[in-house]
Every structure is written in structure tokens, then in C-alpha cells.
């Protein structure tokens, strides 16, 4: 884990958001570093998913700061969240089903072919009109993938012929395009098997061993316990507890998910 004395990635202080007379954040705190993967945990509408999408531009906060590497920023939008270095994976996974792998990660960020000017000079092409660079993106594919020490057999293989385990995997892989410094995930084991959950896991850690910041939703204790570095509570939109995971008893972190403890630095 990074040392306490570098900036996080992430610091989210007294974040508030209501719906209506629903108060669903109430003053959360939040800070991620580089080379950990906290995990946000609590149980139904205790905040997890909407302090996600607060994250990912999705949502505005009420009030409250958002810092990146120890500078404030606003996300005003999901696309502002991505040139900021933040990629979010959802529970919805917003892949297309006729297209390849290939095709899936470049969705809306396709690369064109570069041309020849009259300088000698290659120059890259906007135009419309302009080929895919399929090449580039084939490769480009294969090496997050293998960045990701995944088990898809081609990239050019459709998604529709892809296990669920596979998919997600997809969907982890599209988030790398551009080097993000915070990745979220939103229970990205949900309704998956043993083995492809296993897979999804080890992803998960090479995202950290990669450098990234991560932040993992689940209700899945033992899959939290498996790859979080350190544990965050919410229950009913507050912060409920701190834990390293490595130290935390399952009990402990469920006293803290119900409510039987509030232990915000155990």
C-alpha cells in the first residue's frame, strides 16, 4: 500500500446528496491512494452506488470537495470524469453483443489510420470518412489484456460468445484505454461463478500491481477480504467504520454494515 505521506488519488470530504426528503450522503469522507484497492461495503441503499456515481460525474454532490491528487476538481459529467483519469465500471456493463472484443473497448474512441502530408510528417486523421486503424486498436487490445493476465482466447472473438466472467473482463479492460489513475467498480462479481469470480479478482489486483487507484463495491464479504487493501462502511449514506483489511474479522465488519458498532478506525 502507498505510504499515508503521498497524496491520495482520491479525497472526498463532507459529501452530501439528497433526493428529495432523502437524505442519501450525509458528510462521507472517502481517500484512495495509488496501489490500493479500497473496498466501499453496506447494505442496500447505504450509499455505496451514489457515492460511485458522485465519483464518475454520473451524479452532482450538494456540497462537499472532491480532490484528485490533492488538487480540488469539479465532474460535472461522466465524460469530464474520464479526461480527469476516472473510469467507472457499472453493474450495467454497456457492451454491444455484435461487436468483437476489439470493437467493444474502442466503442466511441475508435482510432483512425494516420496520414502523409506533403512535410513527410504523419499526421492524424479526424475525418469521418478516414479508415479505422484496426491494426493499432487489435493490438492495443491485446496488450491490456494480457496486461490484465486475461483468459479471452482472440480479441476478435464477438461478445456474444463470451462467458459472463469474460465480459466483465471486457468491461475492465475498455477502462484502461487512456491510463486512468482511479478505477470504480460497481459489484463486478455479482451473479458471477466461482471460477469466473476468481478470474475477476485477479484482475482486480492487477489493476492495483498497475499503479492504479481502485475502489470496489460488493456485497460479496469474502471477495472484499480476497483483494481490499482497506475496508469502508457506509450505513444510511455515512461513514460507519475503517478497517485494514487485512486485520478485520468478518463479524467486525458485519457489526459495522448493521449498525451493532460504529468503529470508524478500527
Known sequence: MTA?????VLSVRGI?????HVEALTDVDLDVHAHEVVALVGDNAAGKSTLAKIISGVLQPDAGIIELDGEPVTVPSAAVAHTLGIATVFQELALCDNLDVVQNLFLGREVRKTRTGRDGRRHGSNRAGAPLDDALME???REILTALTSHIPSVRTPLAQLSAGQRQ????????????RLVVL????ASLSVAHTA???THIERLRDLGHAVVLISHNLNDVR???????????????????????????IVAAITGATSLLHA
Open 226 to 252: 480476497a483483494v481490499a487493501d482497506r475496508i469502508e462502511v457506509l450505513r444510511h449514506g455515512r461513514n460507519n467504520g475503517t478497517f485494514a483489511a487485512r486485520n478485520a474479522t468478518y463479524e467486525l
Open 169 to 180: 473482463t471486457v468491461a475492465i479492460a475498455r477502462t484502461l484505454l487512456g491510463n486512468p
Open 199 to 201: 478470474e475477476v479478482l
Open 186 to 189: 460497481d459489484e463486478p462479481t
Open 16 to 20: 452530501h446528496k439528497a433526493f428529495g
Open 4 to 8: 499515508p505521506s503521498t497524496p491520495p
Open 139 to 141: 493490438g492495443q487490445a
